[in-house]
């Protein structure tokens, strides 16, 4: 059997829990020593709200409710949507070396395997779906990221809704479904569902930790070894929290300008798509793409550098963004369908000038395909 090492810890704050999840992938780029793959089984202190790597701060999260609940803000290195976290939901990361020859969903799909075996050791069949969620009977119960760094080591991520606070939820999201009024609630339970609503007892996510521990060992054939962090990961995480978690650098990665009045969305095989146009006169100042990726494609940057300065002209802006994209957008459409967007976002804008229109929501991590 492969021997694992298993943390666990609960009760953290959200800069220190993400910073421990990336401070642990230092020990598994190209070069270093071999060493036994993490297992982390943790809870955050109630509540922390975790956007997706790719996100835009704004959009996804009420940050005058966070602040009026004392509820924590921070962005995921993982993709994915937005989600909340706290005592009820348990935090599972997987780290590792990358394995060279594996796409992106397969490794999800794998070490999701060790929470579906979890989950069945309470008698509960639990599947992989689409690209990063895990579904009971067509509810979502947990969620899915991972963030590959530049040095070959893997982080996988998924938050399993052992109880869900649905009302909090909805008030300090930025979900569509808050505006359905006294619907809003059932709406996202047609989505949605917890361990506990399918065992018909309370549970809270360290309770789920043996479970979950279980099932890994099971699915993936291992023996895992309780252990504690080192000294070295220790002071990773220390400075990783002062230099990038805690900074608003980090956590207003890809807002848009503050100019950018206007957003549009565009449906993709890849997810929903978010584009934000900022202009001066009729020229693109700044145009940003976002979404709930895993992983942000590199074509997407490439069509977002090349359409800086061009005029709002739609057969400039397709040759433009057809040479900086080359035959693949990463997201599976064509660069004509991503210029529409900009188009329409542009045209929103220019009507908006000289106010800030509110941004479209995409949805988060529960109603992920919402408008």
């Not at 979404?291 to 739609?314: Q, T």
């Not at 035959?327 to 210029?339: F, P, Q, R």
């Amino acid at each position: 059997m492969e021997r694992w090492r298993l943390l666990v810890s609960d009760g953290v704050g959200g800069a220190e829990g993400l910073a421990f999840d990336e401070a642990l992938m230092t020990g598994y780029g190209r070069g270093e020593p071999a060493r036994p793959p993490t297992l982390r089984l943790y809870t955050y202190r109630s509540h922390v709200a975790l956007i997706g790597r790719y996100q835009h701060l704004e959009a996804e999260v009420d940050l005058a409710a966070c602040q009026r609940t004392r509820t924590e803000v921070n962005r995921r290195p993982t993709g994915g949507g937005a989600i909340v976290m706290g005592a009820g939901q348990l935090g599972v990361a997987v780290v590792t070396r990358a394995p060279a020859a594996e796409r992106p969903k397969e490794l999800l799909e794998r070490y999701s395997a060790g929470i579906v075996s979890g989950l069945a050791e309470l008698g509960i069949e639990a599947r992989f779906r689409g690209k990063n969620d895990l579904e009971v009977g067509g509810r979502k119960i947990a969620g899915l990221g991972l963030y590959l760094d530049g040095n070959g080591a893997l982080l996988f991520h998924s938050s399993v809704l052992a109880d869900l606070d649905v009302e909090f939820m909805l008030d300090v999201l930025q979900i569509p479904a808050a505006k359905l009024g006294d619907k809003a609630v059932s709406a996202v339970r047609d989505r949605v569902t917890t361990v506990a609503a399918e065992t018909g007892i309370g549970w809270v996510g360290a309770a789920l930790r043996e479970e979950v521990a279980t099932g890994f060992a099971k699915a993936l054939g291992l023996e895992l070894t309780e252990e504690v962090a080192d000294g070295a990961e220790v002071e990773a995480t220390d400075r990783l929290v002062a230099d990038k978690y805690a900074t608003d650098e980090w956590l207003h990665q890809r807002s848009p300008q503050k100019d950018a009045t206007a957003t549009s969305v565009v449906k993709t095989p890849a997810g929903l798509v978010r584009c934000y146009v900022a202009l001066s006169g009729d020229t693109i100042k700044s145009a940003l793409f976002t979404g709930d990726f895993n992983d942000l494609p590199a074509p997407l940057v490439r069509i977002e550098e090349a359409l800086r300065w061009k005029r709002l002209e739609r057969a400039e802006l397709v040759g433009v963004a057809a040479r900086a994209a080359g035959d693949d957008t990463g997201l599976g459409v064509s660069t004509e369908v991503l210029v529409d967007a900009v188009l329409d976002a542009g045209v929103r804008a220019a009507d908006a000038r000289g106010g800030e229109a509110a941004p479209l929501r995409d949805g988060s991590c529960y109603f992920p395909e919402a408008q």
